[in-house]
């Protein structure tokens, strides 16, 4: 069968754009109430997306004064979704920073058997500085630390899962033989970080393992992303950063000696789609005409490790020099280099700055007709750009509503997404291979 492209629904607040939560057609339910998300997958689902997807910081934002920055616990979240749910796969973000191994590893093994084996795991190392001050830490954990730890925490959780053989289990009543000891074995892992005994106390799961997700963009986000990930979230703002990525990433999971196919790369797109590019063009800007600036100058302060950035006027066009180094501060690196990379070409006020990347925080937006937004994922899959789409619709649920209407059933009469779910685990939906077992 051809290439067929991955759609994944990033869910976040009434919407990806900053202002969404005021907008009048976006969702009317609290971000506390569990139906909302319900809905949302069930509407994914119904447009066969391969999954959805949760996000997740472990502190409060600062500007909660007038940005709708409310959620619930992602792994708490999957636990009703997966009841809700038949098909789709479901992804949470959980911290390797700030969670135990065995935790972790019993949180999303229970998850997998929950769903029937539609669950991932995106792996963060948790860049908001704040975080730390929740975990007994008094500053941020440096970069390189957070990497180094996220290392040592995969080696155990993946030897906590691989603890158990498929078979361990026998639950033969007349027999009177429940388990089988000598098929489920200790990990005793000791470590700079981490000392564990293992085995898990939770058998193995249907996928064997949940599917492994990452985001880092650096370095070496990138080759912790060429070891574990197999699908890989990514944001960019224009084509060609997407295919250097994309060629960079391919190569390193190939020296890493795993195949090209087993990692799937997927940009985010955030679509404004109407039925004519002006129709949607002027929906953009009546979002943008609902974001406050001062929410957003606190949230690029966030990304750039809390610089200061109050005394820059709104109107004046921004130099590089304007802004940290990369490397000066221990947040996320590498959206600070697509948001200096902006500046350098387009030296946009502050003002506009702010108003595209309240769109959805430096990943490519795009506004215009169901057509035009299925040439652009069209041309991305083939251009080696994507493997297919971290969908990000601006507005919840309307725009997911718009996409699955419109721009699925192109994709499927173009033969380049499915018209209905072959398999029922996230592994079979993203073409990844079950991890092979001990012995
Ligand atoms: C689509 C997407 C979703 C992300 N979700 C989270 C998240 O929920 N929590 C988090 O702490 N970081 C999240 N990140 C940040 C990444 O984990 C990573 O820190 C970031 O891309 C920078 O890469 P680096 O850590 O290699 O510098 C996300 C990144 C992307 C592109």
């Given at each position: 069968?051809?290439?067929?492209?991955?759609?994944?629904?990033?869910?976040?607040?009434?919407?990806?754009?900053?202002?969404?939560?005021?907008?009048p057609?976006?969702?009317?339910?609290?971000?506390?109430?569990?139906?909302?998300?319900?809905?949302?997958?069930?509407?994914?689902?119904a447009?066969?997306?391969?999954?959805?997807?949760?996000?997740?910081?472990?502190?409060?934002?600062?500007?909660?004064?007038?940005?709708?920055?409310?959620?619930?616990?992602?792994?708490?979240?999957?636990?009703?979704?997966a009841?809700?749910?038949?098909?789709?796969?479901?992804?949470?973000?959980?911290?390797?920073?700030?969670?135990?191994?065995?935790?972790?590893?019993?949180?999303?093994?229970?998850?997998?058997?929950?769903s029937?084996?539609?669950?991932?795991?995106n792996?963060?190392?948790?860049w908001?500085?704040?975080?730390?001050?929740?975990?007994?830490?008094?500053?941020?954990?440096?970069?390189?630390?957070?990497?180094?730890?996220?290392?040592?925490?995969?080696?155990?959780?993946?030897?906590?899962?691989?603890?158990?053989?498929?078979?361990?289990?026998?639950?033969?009543?007349?027999?009177?033989?429940?388990?089988?000891?000598?098929?489920?074995?200790?990990?005793?892992?000791?470590?700079?970080?981490?000392?564990?005994?293992?085995?898990?106390?939770?058998?193995?799961?249907?996928?064997?393992?949940?599917?492994?997700?990452?985001?880092?963009?650096?370095?070496?986000?990138?080759?912790?992303?060429?070891?574990?990930?197999?699908?890989?979230?990514t944001?960019?703002?224009?084509?060609?950063?997407?295919?250097?990525?994309?060629?960079?990433?391919?190569?390193?999971?190939?020296?890493?000696?795993?195949?090209?196919?087993?990692?799937?790369?997927?940009?985010?797109?955030?679509?404004?789609?109407?039925?004519?590019?002006?129709?949607?063009?002027?929906?953009?800007?009546?979002?943008?005409?609902?974001?406050?600036?001062?929410?957003?100058?606190?949230?690029?302060?966030?990304?750039?490790?809390?610089?200061?950035f109050?005394?820059?006027?709104?109107?004046?066009?921004?130099?590089?020099?304007?802004?940290?180094?990369?490397?000066?501060?221990?947040?996320?690196?590498?959206?600070?280099?697509?948001?200096?990379?902006?500046?350098?070409?387009?030296?946009?006020?502050?003002?506009?700055?702010?108003?595209?990347?309240?769109?959805?925080?430096?990943?490519?937006?795009?506004?215009?007709?169901?057509?035009?937004?299925?040439?652009?994922?069209?041309?991305?899959?083939?251009?080696?750009?994507?493997?297919?789409?971290?969908?990000?619709?601006?507005?919840?649920?309307?725009?997911?509503?718009?996409?699955?209407?419109?721009?699925?059933?192109?994709?499927?009469?173009?033969?380049?997404f499915?018209?209905?779910?072959?398999?029922?685990?996230?592994?079979?939906?993203?073409?990844?291979?079950?991890?092979?077992?001990?012995?």
């Open positions: 069968m051809a290439r067929q492209l991955h759609l994944n629904l990033f869910i976040n607040s009434r919407g990806h754009h900053e202002a969404s939560w005021r907008h057609n976006s969702t009317p339910r609290v971000m506390t109430d569990i139906r909302y998300y319900q809905e949302l997958a069930q509407k994914a689902e447009g066969l997306f391969d999954s959805i997807f949760l996000a997740d910081q472990l502190a409060l934002a600062d500007d909660i004064a007038s940005a709708a920055r409310t959620w619930l616990e992602p792994i708490t979240a999957l636990g009703a979704l009841v809700s749910t038949s098909h789709i796969g479901l992804i949470a973000t959980a911290s390797t920073t700030y969670t135990e191994p065995f935790n972790l590893a019993r949180q999303f093994a229970s998850l997998d058997h929950i029937g084996g539609r669950i991932g795991w792996i963060v190392t948790s908001m500085a704040t975080a730390a001050r929740n975990f007994g830490g008094t500053g941020q954990v440096s970069h390189a630390d957070r990497y180094d730890r996220g290392e040592e925490f995969m080696q155990v959780v993946r030897a906590l899962w691989d603890s158990w053989a498929d078979d361990a289990i026998l639950d033969d009543r007349d027999g009177g033989r429940y388990g089988r000891p000598d098929r489920i074995r200790p990990i005793n892992h000791e470590g700079a970080h981490y000392r564990v005994a293992g085995p898990l106390n939770v058998p193995r799961s249907p996928q064997g393992r949940p599917v492994l997700v990452q985001a880092g963009s650096s370095d070496t986000g990138r080759a912790f992303a060429a070891r574990h990930a197999e699908a890989v979230f944001a960019h703002m224009e084509k060609a950063t997407a295919q250097e990525f994309y060629a960079d990433l391919k190569a390193r999971v190939v020296a890493a000696g795993r195949r090209a196919d087993q990692a799937l790369i997927l940009p985010g797109l955030s679509p404004m789609i109407a039925s004519t590019e002006a129709e949607a063009q002027r929906l953009t800007r009546e979002l943008n005409e609902l974001t406050d600036p001062e929410v957003g100058r606190k949230r690029l302060s966030a990304r750039f490790g809390g610089h200061d109050s005394h820059l006027p709104l109107d004046k066009p921004l130099r590089p020099e304007d802004f940290p180094k990369s490397d000066a501060h221990e947040a996320a690196r590498s959206r600070t280099e697509v948001i200096i990379g902006l500046v350098r070409r387009e030296q946009p006020t502050l003002r506009q700055l702010l108003a595209s990347l309240a769109g959805a925080r430096g990943h490519f937006t795009f506004a215009g007709t169901p057509e035009q937004v299925a040439d652009l994922m069209s041309e991305w899959f083939s251009d080696g750009a994507a493997d297919g789409f971290n969908v990000m619709p601006p507005i919840l649920p309307w725009m997911l509503d718009v996409f699955v209407a419109e721009v699925v059933p192109l994709l499927q009469r173009r033969g380049l499915r018209t209905a779910y072959e398999g029922s685990t996230l592994r079979a939906h993203y073409g990844l291979d079950r991890p092979s077992v001990m012995r």
